[in-house]
C-alpha cells in the first residue's frame, strides 16, 4: 500500500481527466485518516479552483455557520476532512456549474475513504453527494434532507450551501429552526473526542 504522503501526491499531480476542464486540473480535497468529520462535497467551484483552499468562498462561510465551527476547525484536516466527488472545478454550463467529473471516484476517492480510522460522521453536501453515498432513488434532495435522521449521526444529507439555494433555505424553514441545531450538536460531540 501506498504511504499517505506518495498518495495526497499523486492525487495533486492528477490529470487524468484534464481535456475535460476549461480551467485545467488543480486537484482540491483535504484529508487526514483520524479526521472524525468527513465533507463530502460535489466539485470545487472557480473561486475554489483559483484558491486552491477548499469551501474558499460564500458556500464554504454557511457551510461553516450550518456547521458551528470555527475556520481554525474546518481547515484542520486532523478533525474534518473534504472529499469532493470531484476533486477539480468541471466548468460551467446553463445553470451553474457543471457535475462532477466521474473519474476521481474510481481513480482516488474510495482509496481514501478505505483509509479512515475512526470516521463518526459524514455530511453529505448536495444532491451529486448523496446519490453517490446512497443510490440512486426516487427520493427528492428535501425529502433526504427532512427524513434523514435514520443515518444519523453516521451520514447526514444537507442541501448545498451555495448562495444559488436561497429560495430553498426560505421554502424549508424547518432546516435551519430544527435540523441545524441537531447537526452542530452532534458534530460538536464528534470534535470532543
Not at 475535460?20 to 470545487?44: C, Y
Not at 455557520?65 to 470531484?86: C, H, N, R
Not at 471516484?105 to 446512497?134: C, I
Request: charged share 25%.
Amino acid at each position: 500500500m501506498k504511504t499517505l504522503e506518495v498518495l495526497k501526491a499523486e492525487i495533486k499531480a492528477c490529470s487524468i481527466c484534464r481535456e475535460h476542464l476549461p480551467l485545467g486540473p488543480r486537484p482540491v480535497f483535504q484529508f487526514d485518516p483520524k479526521a472524525k468529520i468527513l465533507i463530502a462535497g460535489q466539485a470545487p467551484g472557480s473561486k475554489v479552483h483559483a484558491s486552491g483552499i477548499p469551501f474558499d468562498d460564500a458556500s464554504g462561510l454557511r457551510l461553516r455557520e450550518w456547521m458551528g465551527v470555527t475556520s481554525d476547525q474546518f481547515y484542520d484536516a486532523s478533525k474534518i476532512s473534504i472529499l469532493p466527488m470531484g476533486f477539480c472545478y468541471p466548468g460551467t454550463g446553463k445553470s451553474g456549474d457543471l457535475p462532477p467529473r466521474p473519474e476521481c471516484e474510481s481513480a482516488w476517492r474510495q482509496e481514501l475513504l478505505g483509509r479512515f480510522e475512526g470516521l463518526e460522521m459524514t455530511l453529505l453536501v448536495g444532491q451529486y453527494a448523496q446519490k453517490a453515498h446512497f443510490g440512486k432513488s426516487k427520493t427528492t434532495l428535501t425529502e433526504r434532507v427532512k427524513k434523514g435522521h435514520a443515518y444519523w449521526p453516521m451520514q447526514v444529507a444537507l442541501p448545498h450551501p451555495s448562495p444559488r439555494n436561497n429560495i430553498w433555505l426560505k421554502r424549508n424553514p424547518w432546516f435551519e429552526l430544527e435540523l441545524l441545531p441537531e447537526l452542530q450538536k452532534q458534530i460538536a460531540l464528534a470534535l470532543a473526542d
